[in-house]
């Protein structure tokens, strides 16, 4: 089966620092990652996905970066702020397969 | 809100209880899915629907059953379930199968 995780259950930060998520991932013929963030009592949400022909992507704040060579992506939040506090997790899938999700990454963020 | 609704929110229902999951889906979405969370675990995929079509079934015990009237429209009916059935359900909608997919807040469903 897939193998997705994390590197670290939870991570603090303070209000206006970067953050930094990271995610590993097994399978190399993956070629679709997907970030969501998932807040207390609420559904994932779609933050920002990326596809295997590509190193980085930007949103709003976001920033995803994933490194084939070592199958490994992280999501870097620029100036988190208390709204950001939540579960995130990394899915991946391979063409027309289903997706994998990690475990997730719990942000704190301290006022 | 991500255009998919789901209810009820919260359920409790006892071992020997008939009950049924909703989820509706306002995007113009074919796909759409069912998820078990449970705590410290990764999603568990357990249907896909691709136009009314199911088109994944992962080894689900029989006790779930789905149903997807429409596009639109799916359920998850429940029956003599067990204690470990306890979880939140999602449920997910994508314009196609296994495109990105967008949750619905889930059925936090307690078996006692």
């Known amino acids: 089966g897939e193998s997705v995780g994390l590197h670290l259950p939870t991570l603090s930060v303070q209000e206006g620092d970067n953050s930094i998520i990271n995610c590993a991932y097994s399978?190399?013929?993956?070629?679709?990652f997907i970030w969501y963030k998932q807040e207390s009592g609420k559904g994932p949400q779609f933050i920002i996905d990326i596809r295997s022909n590509m190193d980085k992507r930007q949103g709003q704040r976001v920033t995803v970066l994933l490194n084939k060579t070592v199958k490994h992506l992280s999501l870097q939040i620029a100036a988190t702020q208390p709204g950001d506090s939540a579960v995130y997790f990394c899915a991946e899938s391979d063409p027309g397969n289903q997706f994998y999700f990690g475990t997730g990454t719990s942000l704190t963020v301290i006022p | 809100e991500t255009g998919v609704t789901q209810t009820p929110r919260h359920l409790v229902m006892g071992m020997t209880n008939k009950k049924s999951l909703k989820c509706e889906q306002h995007l113009g979405h074919n796909a759409m899915y069912w998820y078990k969370q449970s705590a410290k675990k990764p999603l568990e995929l357990m249907f896909v629907y691709s136009l009314e079509e199911r088109v994944e079934n992962n080894s689900v015990p029989s006790r779930f059953s789905p149903e997807c009237p429409n596009s639109s429209h799916l359920f998850l009916h429940l029956h003599t379930l067990q204690p470990e059935d306890s979880a939140l359900y999602l449920c997910?909608?994508?314009?196609?199968?296994?495109?990105?997919?967008?949750f619905g807040p889930g059925t936090r469903l307690t078996v006692t």
């Open positions: 997910a909608s994508s314009p196609g199968v296994y495109y990105e997919q967008y």
């Open positions: 399978n190399s013929a993956s070629d679709y």
